[in-house]
């Protein structure tokens, strides 16, 4: 039996349900992987714990003060990182920082907050491939919605040739109570934070920019382009009017928030904005909280897939997909040696 050292960085309402899943399926991993996972060390922004023989689920309410940062983390032990802290995609917050520190390390690391993935990208993946870690970004790039996997497995010899999503659970709520019931933007919005599914701050949600990141993911860590948040054209939802809403639904046209990707003669065109949809449409009848992506192919014609999950368990159990991934390919390795 292998023992498997994983450290959580980033321990939030997203990080905790991702410890707790991850202790949960300890039998599951040494069924299928014959791998003894244990989870060494957890921390947040000030407090954290770490135990070399494995944290239990009670003793994760009780976070010691200063046991935090990378050093925390890199003494630990693990051998791959869940990074879940929260997002800046202005400056990559605190995750860009541990990234680099496993990465550059050796270790495997799971991403979960797009900050890092936006701002550090390229850098992070050039760590990967120097130290031959794995880098793998499900929970980041649509958690319940498959997106990331239909690009690098589903569709693996295809050559995508345009790829649109709804990607944002809380601006398709507001849109389809708009469309669907005639209220306004602010009482769909105050009705969504009631709700427990729309930030306090709903800002980059509702001006597209969590959209956006989720698009550019997709484009460079799944397409393999280079994109930076600065390329896309963003546009999101706060203008939208009831009056727009009303001569839409007259006219049978549902507004979805959507990311759009299309491969053009002189390169790759990628925008964020309100597109209109025929009920005949599939990504029409993706409702409430669901979202979506519709890739087309030269070899394959058109993929869709619509996804959705309660959080934080959906966003928890696509963080934990990726490490049943390494899981496999460390199983692969194990075996050819």
């Not at 040739?161 to 601006?171: D, P």
């Not at 025929?278 to 070899?299: E, F, Q, S, W, Y």
Request: charged fraction near 25%; glycine fraction near 14%; include cysteine.
């Amino acid at each position: 039996m292998h023992v498997l050292k994983v450290a959580i960085a980033g321990f939030g309402r997203i990080g905790r349900a991702t410890g707790d899943l991850l202790l949960s399926r300890r039998e599951r991993y040494r069924r299928l992987y014959c791998a003894d996972v244990r989870l060494v060390a957890v921390c947040g922004s000030r407090a954290g714990l770490a135990d070399a023989e494995g944290l239990e689920p009670h003793r994760l309410d009780d976070l010691e003060l200063g046991l935090t940062g990378t050093d925390f983390i890199a003494t630990s032990g693990a051998e791959i990182l869940v990074e879940a802290g929260p997002s800046d995609y202005r400056t990559g917050g605190p995750g860009l920082a541990y990234l680099r520190s496993a990465l550059s390390g050796g270790l495997d690391a799971i991403v979960i907050s797009k900050g890092p993935l936006v701002r550090g990208g390229r850098e992070l993946r050039g760590f990967a491939k120097g130290s031959g870690s794995m880098l793998r970004i499900s929970g980041a790039a649509g958690a319940a919605l498959p997106a990331i996997d239909l690009l690098e497995h589903g569709l693996l010899g295809a050559t995508v040739v345009s790829a649109e999503g709804i990607l944002n659970a809380t601006t398709n709520y507001l849109l389809d109570a708009m469309a669907t019931r005639g209220i306004g933007f602010e009482e769909a919005l105050r009705e969504a934070q009631s709700g427990g599914f729309a930030e306090p701050d709903p800002r980059n949600d509702t001006q597209g920019w969590d959209t956006a990141a989720k698009l550019l993911l997709l484009a460079n860590f799944g397409l393999g382009l280079d994109l930076a948040l600065e390329d896309l054209a963003v546009t999101g939802i706060e203008a939208v009017t009831q009056d727009q809403i009303a001569a839409w639904r007259q006219q049978g046209l549902s507004p979805k928030l959507v990311g759009r990707l299309v491969r053009e003669e002189r390169g790759v065109s990628a925008e964020v904005g309100i597109r209109l949809y025929g009920a005949n449409d599939p990504l029409a009848r993706v409702t409430g909280k669901n979202k979506a992506i519709r890739i087309t192919t030269d070899a394959m014609g058109e993929t869709v897939a619509i996804g959705s999950g309660t959080e934080p368990l959906a966003t928890a159990a696509a963080a934990l997909k990726d490490l049943e991934h390494i899981l496999i390919a460390r199983l692969a390795g194990r075996r050819a040696g």
